[in-house]
């Protein structure tokens, strides 16, 4: 009997191991042999990701997919879509990984893996001065005349119809629609992360808008497939090095809290 055991724990140990090397380092050599990291964003979501008045994609999550492509020796690839397909996108193989300010929630974690959280923040409102000022708690927004606008598919979204379900809460397709409705006046406020929100209020002084405080947590995190752990330990390694050397903080300091990269977005008829 105990002979047994040890063979069958022989064979266990064996067949976990098989699975291991089979998934390992998978994404990598398919990066290397490629020669270009793909990674995946929704690309209106400043100060994470946005075009610039060129059109080239800049920003705090772009800044960390540049030092990944360069410390892998590849060029770097961006794939602009919508949140809702990013995580599919991951799974097929179609991207190497997904940075567009992605919150890591128990639910996107059944898809995806998560590693950080690299950045964390939380969600705010972004309205009128009257309106905001006005606004001390979610509760103040609980009512049925009190329009919301989230982009869909956002923990925005998630996080609105949790804390103000009576709220008349409207789903925008992405967050340039859904800012665009409140300066039309048809939402009250809108609901995003606060750098989000801070950023279209600076780059719109024009339009007398506030920004309230974070009311929830949000941790961000890179997007990788399950599978693959060489993929999310070299990662995880390269976040905390950046981290320990002061590389995350130098680009938090210049993306979150300085505008000089503001003079690179377009000028008129957008946010973004």
């Known amino acids: 009997m105990k002979r047994l055991t040890i063979i069958l724990s022989t064979l ?7 699975s291991v090397s089979s998934f390992a380092g998978t994404v990598i050599k398919r990066i290397q042999n490629r020669g270009m990291l793909v990674v995946g964003t929704t690309g209106h979501y400043p100060p994470f ?10 920003g705090f999550d772009i ?13 770097l690839k961006i794939k602009q879509m919508p949140i809702s397909e990013l995580f599919d996108a991951i799974d097929k193989g179609e991207i190497d990984l997904a940075l567009a300010g992605i919150t890591i929630t128990p639910k996107r974690n059944l898809k995806v893996l998560f590693l950080g959280p690299y950045y964390v923040t ?3 409102i972004l309205g009128k001065k009257s309106v905001v000022t006005k606004i001390k708690s979610p509760e103040a927004m609980n009512r049925p005349d009190f329009t919301l606008v989230v982009a869909k598919n956002t923990t925005g979204e998630q996080v609105a119809k949790a804390l103000v379900p009576k709220a008349n809460i ?12 409140v300066i039309s006046g048809k939402a009250q406020a809108l609901f995003a992360d606060e750098p989000f929100c801070v950023v279209a209020a600076f780059r719109n002084q024009d339009k007398d808008l506030a920004v309230s405080e974070p009311f929830t947590f949000e941790p ?23 981290n320990a050397v002061g590389e995350l903080k130098k680009l938090k ?20």
């Open 63 to 75: 800044d960390i997919a540049a030092i990944i492509a360069k410390q892998l020796g590849v060029e």
């Open 12 to 18: 266990l140990v064996a067949t976990f191991l098989f």
């Open 170 to 181: 409207v789903l925008a397709k992405n967050m340039e629609e859904a800012f665009n409705m």
């Open 122 to 124: 939380g969600q705010s």
């Open 220 to 242: 961000l995190g890179v997007a990788l497939p399950q599978t693959d752990l060489l993929w999310m330990n070299w990662i995880d390694n390269l976040l905390m090095k950046l």
């Open 49 to 58: 990701c946005v075009k610039d008045k060129n059109g080239k994609f800049i």
């Open 253 to 272: 300091e210049y993306w979150f809290h300085s505008p000089d990269w503001m003079k690179n977005l377009p000028k008129k008829g957008k946010i973004i």
